[in-house]
């Protein structure tokens, strides 16, 4: 999977710092239009990661990236729909993906991401990029305004580390929540309302709903009085990811164990305990904190910031490899078009950061108004059944179209307004 450290050149025409979706969708499709693309991971793969739950619109990059014939022969369950229930007990209509519209999207998958990671490592890969492991990057080196480089520790043949200066036409940060250049520039900007805790771990043999279009399901329950809620993700050999998420004074009190936190919110959830009767804990519970974030620009001079070092949004609605994937989509178009143009300029690097941002406006809209105490979406669609569209829209991915988002009008002060749209210019 990785290249010898000793095969690096001392220069790329683009450098992506990090291997997980969103920096390898960048290098294989820049990499497949003849470009010179190296990967530098700091980890080893394959490496847990959360977020296993892929929503629908995830299937267009993926099918351009060429892995959908390899999803269709996996054994991966099959995810025909999310449903929710409130108050830890009554459920909701589930949202059926091909009820909102039919074709090869309408169904999707529910992953390890330890084997997929895997797959788009090896995929960028077959496509020409040069990926290294243990790749320690320390400085993203800048002459004036313009990156034109790293400084990265790679692994030798001998067990020590070898620092090396490798130049590029452009560097692309694909480093998650670490956000290398977003914290060096001081780019991030959290939202206060928006700091949740989770914790979660994975259970052998949780009930799952019997009809082949259900028992693949992501279901998300509300505990009483919502305070937090629960994720149920349906995985291979009858294990399922179950974590829960609340804000984070109240998930995680002075004292409390991680074990204590879930046995505690997992009272407050009938419907969830009622599925781990049988169930059996197959590995450690752990925690994050999942602090939601912008930054005050995706692109700079010969720079571009992509999937989480861009921005993360709660783990609410599965959005996160589908944000990744896109923004690397996105981006990769952006980067082939400066080397057409021999203009790595903000401008240039960035013509997406509008498009993406309003698209990721539309999950965090919806995560407020399912945080907000006094709405509930079953009594807004019964008001409101034009809009239920609207709803499935978001869930699947659908974010790119304006028209979306004209639900968030008639939510009123359920949706409080924000600065992340597309014009956001970052905080002062």
Excluded at 10 to 38: F, H, K, N, W
Excluded at 268 to 295: G, I
Excluded at 377 to 391: A, D, I, Y
Aim: proline share 6%; aromatic share 12%; net charge negative.
């Amino acid at each position: 999977m990785t290249t010898s450290p000793a095969l690096v050149r001392d220069a790329y025409d683009v450098i992506v710092i990090g291997g997980g979706p969103a920096g390898t969708t960048v290098a294989a499709l820049v990499a497949e239009q003849g470009r010179s693309v190296l990967v530098l991971e700091r980890e080893s793969f394959p490496r847990f990661h959360i977020g296993e739950s892929l929503i629908p619109e995830t299937y267009w990059p993926l099918e351009r990236l060429g892995l959908i014939p390899w999803l269709k022969e996996s054994a991966y369950p099959k995810k025909f729909s999310v449903q929710f229930f409130s108050e830890g007990i009554r459920p909701t209509a589930p949202f059926y993906f091909d009820a909102y519209k039919m074709c090869d999207s309408s169904q999707t998958w529910q992953v390890w991401r330890d084997a997929f990671d895997v797959k788009l490592v090896e995929n960028c890969r077959d496509k020409g990029a040069t990926v290294v492991m243990h790749a320690h990057v320390t400085e993203v080196i800048f002459e004036g305004e313009r990156a034109t480089g790293v400084r990265v520790r790679l692994p030798s043949d001998d067990g020590a580390n070898t620092s090396r200066t490798i130049s590029a036409k452009v560097i692309v940060d694909a480093t998650g929540q670490s956000s290398f250049i977003a914290n060096r520039l001081n780019l991030k900007s959290p939202d206060p309302a928006l700091r949740k805790g989770t914790v979660w771990s994975y259970f052998h043999n949780a009930r799952r709903d019997p009809d082949p279009r259900d028992n693949g399901a992501t279901l998300i329950m509300q505990t009483a009085d919502k305070k937090s809620w629960f994720w149920f993700i349906p995985l291979l050999d009858n294990v399922t990811s179950i974590g829960c998420t609340g804000a984070m004074p109240y998930m995680f009190q002075p004292g409390a164990t991680p074990e204590a936190v879930f046995e505690r919110e997992l009272d407050r959830c009938p419907a969830m305990r009622e599925r781990l009767t049988e169930s059996t804990r197959v590995r450690d519970y752990y925690t994050t904190k999942d602090f939601s974030y912008s930054t005050k620009r995706a692109a700079g001079d010969g720079w571009v910031l992509v999937g989480d070092a861009f921005g993360f949004i709660d783990p609410i609605y599965s959005s996160g490899v589908f944000l990744a994937l896109k923004s690397g989509e996105f981006a990769a178009d952006a980067i082939i078009a400066a080397f057409k143009q021999n203009d790595f300029s903000a401008a240039t690097l960035g013509t997406w950061e509008a498009t993406h941002r309003a698209g990721i406006e539309m999950f965090r809209k919806l995560v407020y108004a399912f945080y907000a105490p006094d709405f509930s979406f079953g009594m807004f669609l019964k008001e409101h059944p034009q809009f239920r569209s609207n709803v499935t829209d978001i869930l699947v991915g659908d974010v790119y179209r304006p028209e979306v988002g004209d639900i968030f009008a008639a939510m009123g002060e359920v949706v409080p307004p924000s600065d992340w749209g597309p014009n956001y210019v970052g905080a002062a």
